[in-house]
Each structure stands twice: as C-alpha cells, then as structure tokens.
C-alpha cells in the first residue's frame, strides 16, 4: 500500500531554541514556563522510576538551590530601555501583587533569568515609585535633600508633558538633546543644593 496520508508543503518545524526566543520576545512566559515545567516534570519522573526516594529529594533540593543561587548572576538592568518607564503604570493590585495563583518556582535558572527580566521590564513604573517613596521616607529629616528630589522629579515631569505636548517622539535628535539638557539642569540643581547643606 502506498502513504495514507501526503505530507502537508505548509508544515513548519521550528527548532526549539528559535521557538524559545520568539516565545520570550513575544511576552508567553507563562507558555515558556509551562513547556519547561512540563519536560523538567517529564524528566524527574523518568528518574525517580530509576532512583531511590532520598535521592530524588535530594536532587530536588540541590536543583532548587542551584536555581536560587543563579539570581545572584542576573543583572535585573540588562534588558531595560527607556520605554519601559514611559508606558503606562500597571495596577498595583491586580497586575503587580496578582492572584496567589500567579507565583511559582522557576523550573530552571534560565527561566528564572527571563522571569526577572521580564518582570523589570513590565513593572518598572511601579519599581521606580517604590524607590523614590523609600528615597523620600530614608529623606524626611535631610529637608534640603527632599526639596532637591522633589524638583528634580519635578523637572522631568515637566520634560514629558512638553514632550507629549510637541510630540518630540517624531524628532529623536531634538528629544535626546533635551534630555541631556534637563539631565544637566537636574545636576546642577542637585550641587547647588549640595553646597547649601553643607553650609549648614
């Protein structure tokens, strides 16, 4: 008998690795988690028929252990651009906490690596207000200190209104040379305020 079935001309078959990087540049982390739970899953489970309990316990706990060390190496900072911190803050409750449901182990340093990636990327708003909050409270008692980081906040919501206003997004020359100008009036302001404190 001859094939049952013709091959289909429009079948694709991507390799894993190419997969992997369109599913994390895409944003399907969770998919990405779920595959690498799934094969991780597949293979603790072909190894526990052939390994006592202890060591399968054992290798749990190192394989967990190796995977927490391993967020010592990642750099949070390597995959944030600016237009992370433009876009629109995520909820606080629904989006930065989430549902309990939402948090799990990562299956392997490489995930835990794309998670925290990820996660700056997604959160940055919201990690930036945590840290200007703490900033201020550690401030409360160096007024001088708090004035300056209020103006220079200040400062730069002032540079995105005017931004959103002329729409200097079509002109990225003139919006970077602003930037640096405001970087610069950000900095003298900070040294003036500096030289005032220290008089006191």
Known sequence: ?????????????????????WLRDSGYLEILDTATTTSAAAVTT???????TATTITHSLLHYLYTFISLLTVNPFAKLTTDDFSAKTPSWTREFIGALGSYSFPSSPHTLKLRVHENVKRYARNYASLFILFFACSLYQMPLALVGLISSLALWDFFKFCSDKWNWDRYPVIRQVLVRIAQCGELSNISSLNQNGSRY
Do not use: I
């Not at 072909?46 to 006592?52: G, N």
């Open 46 to 52: 072909a190894s526990a028929k052939e390994t006592a």
């Open 1 to 21: 008998m001859g094939k049952v079935f013709a091959s289909n001309p429009l079948s694709l078959n991507v390799p894993d690795p190419a997969f992997e990087s």
